[in-house]
Each structure stands twice: as C-alpha cells, then as structure tokens.
C-alpha cells in the first residue's frame, strides 16, 4: 500500500492452536466392533485391522483379497497408488 508500518517489535505472532488426535483405546474399539454386524462389521474391521481408508474398504473388490497370503490389495489408494496391507485375522470369516 506504501504506508510506514512503524515499529513491529512488540508485535507477538499468533500461534496455532496444539491439536491432540483423538484415539480409542482397544477395549473402545472391541465395545464398538461389538455393537456391528454384517457389512458394517466387515467395513469396521477393515478399516482398524487393515488401516484401510473408507474408500479403500468400499472399492474393495474380490480379487483384491488374497486369503492364502492373507493380503489386501489396495488399488488406486492415496496419491492414487497401490499398495499391500495385511488382511486382518478377525475379517477372514
């Protein structure tokens, strides 16, 4: 603008607030998965015993799901890769 700002030393900057994530503890996750049932049980466990995302857990095809290796395979996951993550124990049934 052209304007003098003037003397800027006592100016304190402002500082972000510090965010703590929020994470449930295994007993919280057990009383939730409980509660599940069906596909929402199914999507539940692939989300926590995989560390799917949401739209990973729904693109899931079947050819995607490797029981003998106990493997998923993640295709055009973030950043649009693809990737390998474990096939949790209690999704096999």
Known sequence: IGR????L???VR???PVRIPVVLTVE???SVLARL???TLVVALLLWGGGLRL???LRLRVQDVD???RELRIRDGKGR???LTVLPERAVE
């Open 4 to 7: 003098d700002l003037g003397a």
């Open 9 to 11: 030393g006592e100016v």
């Open 14 to 16: 402002a500082r972000r």
């Open 28 to 30: 919280e996750v057990e």
């Open 37 to 39: 049932e069906g596909d």
């Open 55 to 57: 739209l990973e857990a």
């Open 67 to 69: 029981f003998d290796r």
């Open 81 to 83: 890769r693809d990737r």
